[in-house]
Nanobody, 130 residues
Framework: QVHLVESGGGSVQAGRSLRLSCAAS??????????MGWFRQAPGKEREGVAV???????SYADSVKGRFTISQDNAGNTLYLQMNSLKPEDTAMYYC??????????????????????WGQGTQVTVSS
């Protein structure tokens, strides 16, 4: 089983930056063709896709974060990052990383198909104050 562990969340003032990390457990390298992504959920709201990188290294972003957030992976593909710049109060949410093995979706499709993702982390809280 693949385990995902997020880190890097915290409380920050609007306009500042955070970098989230998601580390995959040993065994991740036995799989291939992953889509990996970041999702978030605020209280009383639906969980939404934030950013995805597909098996061809194509990225996709929610309109609300495009130009401010960047998703990336290390060379081995076992650590996922989300660089979050120019944070806004509306970015406040629990952020989850997720992975889909043998992903056949495009990045745009994966962003709105969270039910297809196989593995999920426990989340890291991001709180942005005015």
């Amino acid at each position: 089983q693949v385990h995902l562990v997020e880190s890097g969340g915290g409380s920050v003032q609007a306009g500042r930056s955070l970098r989230l990390s998601c580390a995959a457990s040993a065994g991740y390298t036995y799989y291939s063709g992953y889509c990996m992504g970041w999702f978030r959920q605020a209280p009383g709201k639906e969980r939404e896709g934030v950013a995805v990188i597909d098996s061809d290294s194509v990225t996709s972003y929610a309109d609300s974060v495009k130009g401010r957030f960047t998703i990336s992976q290390d060379n081995a593909g076992n650590t996922l990052y989300l660089q979050m710049n120019s944070l806004k109060p509306e970015d406040t949410a629990m952020y989850y990383c997720a992975a889909e093995a043998w992903c056949r979706l495009t990045a745009i499709q994966a962003l709105t198909h969270e039910a297809d993702f196989d593995y999920w982390g426990q989340g890291t809280q991001v709180t942005v104050s005015s």
